[in-house]
């Protein structure tokens, strides 16, 4: 049967999902459906390749991830422009993306053994015959899912985290871009063919679900909070652990003394980059009185010389430029002034960059997260006001600070669980940084050290070194000895 296709829409035809470019309606690729069976297939031979991946200790896998890394370095070229295709965001951006993503196997590939390995921990003197070791092993299989607004970085941080840590990944791509899911698959096998170590599963939401109740010992979600919540309830049946990785709308707050001219230009970065497509994106923004005009003004200058078409890409998702009009129309519905763009910018595919002032804070431009290339600027008396008002939603991904002083000291106090001080987004970009949020964000943690223990269980091991001179777990010991353990525990810890 042949479906009508909409450019950017993704099709199911005879089992069979077709991925198209959502400005030309160009076929990026099809890729086959999993059913449950094909997933829980998929999961059994990951099950056994994890055996022989785990087999081949933190060096093998360091010395096998580092190659994917440099193969992707080699056709990072290649990578852009099918991401480009795919999703139709301009290459320098999949560049960009690329260039996270090799980061975060880099350092998770180098780390590992130092993070995970056996180590052995100080005496506790109340146990001092035994010695204390700590490792972290692998879960075995770890189920990724992923988003389609940056279809690289987005499942490569868990990916590489898992694998480095010693487990096999099935990844579920989204349906909107199953292509560059794939390559990233298929280029991990050429560079480990023994085994099918990392696999994808093709389809719609259902493969996802299925994935989450096929056995796998972890998940890695990445997506919306409303999918969050459906991908906990199927992992909660067999009480399947997840990382959750969920929106956000992350706040810029510009104090006093930042440099006018630099946080303009990272505000325009900030929220227009992938046509404001991104997680971490900044939609809103909060400046002090004393130079909100200023930063108006060159926020209003810089995104008039972005081109739709060119640096702003279409609307990866058909269906959310409607979300994006609905933001626009009733912020200024509401009393907010569009002073670049507005309701006309919204010509579909593309959505043209849009500044907008004076916008309630009940608005949805300033409450849900709109996921287009909008911003909203909001005058505040100081920076205790733009901190509450930064924080005043059940969202706490990531945000940024502008200033000099108090800038350290403002981002501290973000409910966020990332902050950019006098840039945006970096965070993402330093493999040795946690990466997740707080609230309707999610929990856990991908990158950087936390990122690799999310993907293991601490394992604990005592080891006796000597007869126990205070014996308090036995059935042995005498009153004595159980007066003389508490004699030690005061010793130890009685004293004020
Ligand atoms: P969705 O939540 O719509 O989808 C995410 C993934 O979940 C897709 O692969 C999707 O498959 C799959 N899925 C859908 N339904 C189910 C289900 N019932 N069970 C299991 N899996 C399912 O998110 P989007 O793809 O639209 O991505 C955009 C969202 O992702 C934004 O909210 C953004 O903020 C967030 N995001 C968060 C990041 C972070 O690190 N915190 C980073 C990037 C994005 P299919 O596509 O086939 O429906």
Do not use: M
């Given at each position: 049967m042949t479906a009508t296709r909409v450019p950017g829409i993704p099709v199911v035809e005879d089992g069979v999902l077709i991925s198209t470019n959502p400005a030309s309606g160009a076929e990026a690729g099809r890729v086959p459906v999993a059913d449950a069976e094909a997933v829980n297939e998929t999961v059994r031979r990951a099950a056994e390749a994890a055996r022989w991946w785990q087999a081949l200790g933190y060096d093998g896998r360091r010395e096998r991830l580092l190659r994917w890394r440099s193969l992707i370095v080699r056709r990072v070229e290649e990578l852009a422009e099918l991401t480009s295709l795919e999703t139709g965001k301009p290459n320098a951006d999949a560049i960009v993306e690329a260039t996270a993503a090799v980061e975060h196997v880099d350092w998770a590939a180098r780390n590992a053994r130092r993070v995970l390995g056996p180590r052995k921990m100080r005496t506790r003197l109340l146990l001092a015959e035994h010695s204390g070791h700590v490792e972290y092993q692998p879960y075995g299989v770890v189920g990724v899912i992923g988003p389609w607004n940056y279809p690289i970085v987005t499942p490569v941080g868990p990916i590489s985290g898992a694998l480095a840590a010693g487990n096999a990944v099935v990844f579920k791509p989204s349906e909107y871009t199953p292509i560059v899911g794939q390559w990233l698959v298929d280029t991990f096998a050429e560079v480990v063919p023994e085994q099918p170590v990392l696999q994808a599963v093709h389809g719609l939401g259902e493969v996802g679900a299925a994935l989450c109740r096929s056995g796998v010992g972890k998940m890695s979600f990445t997506g919306s909070t409303t999918t969050a919540k459906k991908v906990l309830a199927a992992c909660a049946e067999n009480l399947v652990p997840a990382v959750i990785e969920a929106g956000g709308k992350d706040a810029l707050i510009v104090d006093a003394d930042a440099d006018i001219a630099a946080a303009a230009e990272a505000a325009v970065w900030g929220s227009m980059t992938n046509a404001g497509q991104t997680c971490i994106g900044i939609e809103r923004v909060y400046a002090v009185a004393p130079i909100y005009d200023a930063f108006v003004d060159a926020v209003v200058e810089k995104a008039g010389q972005l081109r739709t078409g060119e640096e702003i890409g279409p609307i990866t998702m058909p269906r959310q430029i409607d979300i994006i009009r609905e933001h626009i129309d009733d912020a200024l519905a509401k009393g907010g002034q569009a002073v670049l763009g507005g309701a006309g910018a919204v010509q579909p595919p593309y959505v043209s960059p849009t500044v907008l002032v004076d916008?309630?804070?009940?608005?949805?431009?300033?409450?849900?997260?709109?996921?287009?290339?909008?911003?909203?600027?909001?005058?505040?008396?100081?920076?205790?006001?733009?901190?509450?008002?930064?924080?005043?939603?059940?969202?706490?991904?990531?945000?940024?600070?502008?200033?000099k002083k108090n800038a350290l000291r403002i981002a501290r106090r973000l409910r966020s669980g990332m902050v950019a001080v006098n840039s945006t987004l970096t965070f993402v970009g330093m493999g040795n940084l946690p990466f997740g949020g707080v609230g309707e964000s999610g929990f856990g943690r991908i990158h950087g050290e936390d990122g690799l223990r999310e993907f293991a269980r601490a394992k604990s091991i005592t080891v006796r070194r000597a007869p126990s001179v205070l014996p308090a777990m036995t059935f042995e010991r005498t009153p004595a000895q159980v007066a003389t353990i508490v004699k030690a525990l005061r010793i130890l810890y009685g004293r004020k």
């Open positions: 916008v309630p804070a009940d608005s949805s431009e300033i409450r849900d997260e709109t996921f287009g290339p909008t911003l909203t600027i909001t005058k505040v008396a100081d920076a205790n006001e733009a901190v509450r008002q930064a924080n005043d939603t059940p969202y706490g991904l990531g945000g940024a600070v502008f200033g």
